[in-house]
T-cell receptor, first 116, second 109 residues
Framework: GAVVSQHPSRVICKSGTSVKIECRSL??????MFWYRQFPKQSLMLMAT?????????EQGVEKDKFLINHASLTLSTLTVTSAHPEDSSFYIC????????????FGSGTRLTVV | DAKTTQPPSMDCAEGRAANLPCNHS???????VYWYRQIHSQGPQYIIH???NNETNEMASLIITEDRKSSTLILPHATLRDTAVYYC??????????FGTGTQLKVEL
């Protein structure tokens, strides 16, 4: 089945710094990828839809200048959390879908971000 | 996308079938029913999806009512490793997935 790789799995950064998270579709091409955030004991919340070769579409309430998304190729999307603060500490998860195989949406293993 | 309603939690004895219900009374004709599960601190795992016919794969079976307003995910022989939060999601093909609160399934000895 389709595989989505997410890196890093865990990251600790200092307040005010930026952190980049990578999401790769390993065995399929994805023109669209999705970025979610999950706080403890809560469900996944969609942050944005990443579109290859064009601007990302952000959900209401998500700051596009803080959460920079780049989808430069058909297999890679990146999420950069800029000027991170402790309240940005969360579990970030990406997702993509193999439209050719008509498989379900595949999720990465997630990135645990801790801002200190 | 149509909204779904799931019980917040369910218990199941190991080896028994786990039947997880989902209501999606506002589903439209082109929307699929997807099921995912999330084990603690991992990304969601795809289980199964369907449009109107019942579906079965190596993990589970999906039973969709004739009016498509509800569905049931069946894990035929639950094991301890099936303990997870199960999400029922309804969406049009190619659209984003919007997660509800899901059902916490606890499989016990």
């Amino acid at each position: 089945g389709a595989v989505v790789s997410q890196h890093p799995s865990r990251v600790i950064c200092k307040s005010g710094t930026s952190v980049k998270i990578e999401c790769r579709s390993l065995d399929f091409q994805a023109t669209t990828m999705f970025w979610y955030r999950q706080f403890p004991k809560q469900s996944l919340m969609l942050m944005a839809t990443s579109n290859e070769g064009s601007k990302a579409t952000y959900e209401q309430g998500v700051e596009k200048d803080k959460f920079l998304i780049n989808h430069a190729s058909l297999t890679l999307s990146t999420l950069t959390v800029t000027s991170a603060h402790p309240e940005d500490s969360s579990f970030y998860i990406c997702s993509a879908r193999d439209l050719v195989a008509n498989y379900g949406y595949t999720f990465g293993s997630g990135t645990r971000l801790t801002v200190v | 996308d149509a909204k779904t309603t799931q019980p917040p939690s369910m218990d199941c004895a190991e080896g028994r079938a786990a039947n997880l219900p989902c209501n999606h009374s506002t589903i439209s004709g082109n929307e699929y029913v997807y099921w995912y599960r999330q084990i603690h601190s991992q990304g969601p795992q795809y289980i199964i999806h369907g449009l109107k016919n019942n579906e079965t794969n190596e993990m589970a079976s999906l039973i969709i009512t004739e009016d498509r307003k509800s569905s049931t995910l069946i894990l035929p022989h639950a094991t301890l490793r099936d303990t997870a939060v199960y999400y029922c999601i309804v969406t049009g093909g190619g659209n984003k997935l919007t997660f509800g609160t899901g059902t916490q399934l606890k499989v016990e000895l």
